[in-house]
């Protein structure tokens, strides 16, 4: 999850879980208020009953016509019970029905006086009142509907707003958090595009003195000081192997000249034929080094020709066959390739020499007939050459370290080489922006395809 979602959710929990505790306590706090409310009301309403009885001179008489007057004026679906000092009922609000009342509750109220009860459904307020002189027994009973009503809309709406407020939230934090971390994404796209070979390249930094703006500096610091030290390794290989070179060009010569000579036995001469192949090994990987030092991927494509493939590769196969006379190369160019096909790609000659020269001279020394094909296939999308050889395949579990520095394979056993070769391949072709795959597509058959994008 990135960081904007993160701070995203954060936002959004806690200020649902704040927002959700101030909804509860509303809801409880409004609920309170109209229980005290509904109960004042019971007050009230007993009151005025009192006042009334204390006033009237025939209450009997009086009571239908005032109560019927005044009747759901305060209380909702109100319902009244008067006793007399002998708990007998003298008059009722509820008509055409036999009343019935709890007993227990008029004694209790000979102890208590008043009693209020909200749990009873309705609810009831009931009081023993002294008036002229005579005790009366007033029950009060009433719904609190509106209020009831008003709560579960308060509810509701509550519920609603919490979504909304909810979603809002979300989806400001998460804007804003776009806007927030903008320049933390664009230094993320900056550093993303700095490689080994851009080292370079600086990110941007802002006049602020936040803590992206530190991050840019403390980058761009580290950068520096790698390119030092990617450029002190270049430099260094590029020296070493510009002073190797010399004598390795010497000891070339005179090995040369050595064989040449006729009073050796067998033995001295294959001995020396292979320290020749040896030196030229090591001739052909200083080589190599050497031009890899002259170009950086940076810049390389400013300096990019257009080059003909197939001169490449007849180029790089005499090369490889003044050290192995026995190899022989089918060339072929594929059914599949158009006739308009130029067979060109955009790079550096010199480089890709390197690239065959290796193909070709694992071809040689790896291979049971000494014989090498390559199959040429050009589309409209890539250019693609297949080198194919006959002998001992690479295992599964090997073929993933191949081009990796000094990784040699089970079937090079017995066989000099440094095992820089393929990673120096791989290298070249990471330059020209094309890609090298090994597969072997039947048992004793290696291949190799070099791939390069139009």
């Known amino acids: 999850m990135s960081l904007k979602r993160k701070i995203t959710l954060s936002l959004s929990i806690t200020f649902s879980l704040l927002l959700g505790i101030v909804m509860i306590v509303i809801y409880m706090s409004f609920n ?50 008067i006793f007399n000092d002998q708990k007998e009922l003298i008059y009722s609000t509820i008509k055409d029905r036999n009343v019935i009342w709890d007993n227990s509750l008029l004694k209790e109220l000979d102890e208590k006086k008043i009693i209020y009860s909200e749990k009873t459904v309705p609810e009831i307020y009931a009081a023993l009142k002294t008036i002229n002189g005579e005790n009366y027994y007033i029950l009060t009973s009433a719904f609190d509907t509106n209020g ?52 370079t390249t600086q990110v941007p930094v802002r006049n602020s003195n936040d803590e992206i703006n530190v991050l840019a500096q403390s980058f761009n610091t580290m950068i520096a000081r790698l390119d030092d030290v990617f450029q002190s390794q270049k430099d260094f290989t590029a020296s070493a192997s510009h002073e190797i070179r010399t004598p390795i060009t010497r000891m070339a010569f005179q090995l040369e000249n050595l064989i040449k000579l006729e009073q050796h036995s067998p033995e001295t001469l294959s001995s020396l034929k292979q320290i020749q192949k040896d030196v ?36 790089s196969f005499e090369t490889v066959e003044k050290s192995y006379p ?43 007939d000494n014989e090498v094909n390559v ?8 250019l693609v050459i297949d080198v194919v050889s006959h002998g001992n395949t690479i295992p599964e579990e090997e073929q993933t370290k191949l081009f990796e520095a000094f990784m040699r394979g089970n079937n090079s056993q017995n066989i000099s080489g440094s095992g820089l070769g393929l990673r120096i391949v791989k290298r070249i072709l990471e330059y020209h922006d094309a890609q090298i795959i090994y597969i072997s597509p039947a048992e004793l058959l290696n291949r190799f395809s070099v791939i390069f994008n139009k």
Do not use: C, W
């Open 148 to 199: 009831t009503s008003k709560l579960i809309y308060l509810k509701y709406l509550l519920i609603a707003a919490y979504v909304m407020s909810t979603l809002l939230i979300a989806f400001f934090s998460y804007s804003f958090m776009g806007k927030f971390l903008r320049p933390l994404e664009d230094l993320n796209k900056e550093i993303s595009e700095v490689t080994a070979h851009k080292l």
């Open 375 to 382: 199959l040429i296939t050009e589309t409209d999308e890539n």
């Open 326 to 368: 026995q190899l022989k190369m089918d060339f072929l160019i594929s059914e599949n390739t158009s006739e308009n096909a130029l067979l060109t790609i955009n790079g550096i000659q010199s480089l890709l020499d390197i690239v065959f020269i290796n193909l070709f001279k694992n071809a040689a020394i790896y291979s049971d």
């Open 280 to 315: 030229y090994q090591l001739s052909d990987l200083t080589n190599s080094l050497l031009l890899l030092t002259k170009f950086d991927k940076e810049n390389i494509q400013s300096i990019y020709e257009e080059v003909r493939i197939d001169e490449v590769i007849f180029e």
């Open 32 to 81: 309170d208020f109209r229980r005290d409310e509904f109960k004042e009301r019971f007050r009230q309403r007993l009151e005025f009953t009192s006042h009334f009885i204390a006033k009237s001179k025939n209450f009997e008489e009086e009571a239908s016509v005032f109560f019927n007057e005044n009747a759901d004026n305060i209380l909702l679906n109100e319902k009244i019970l």
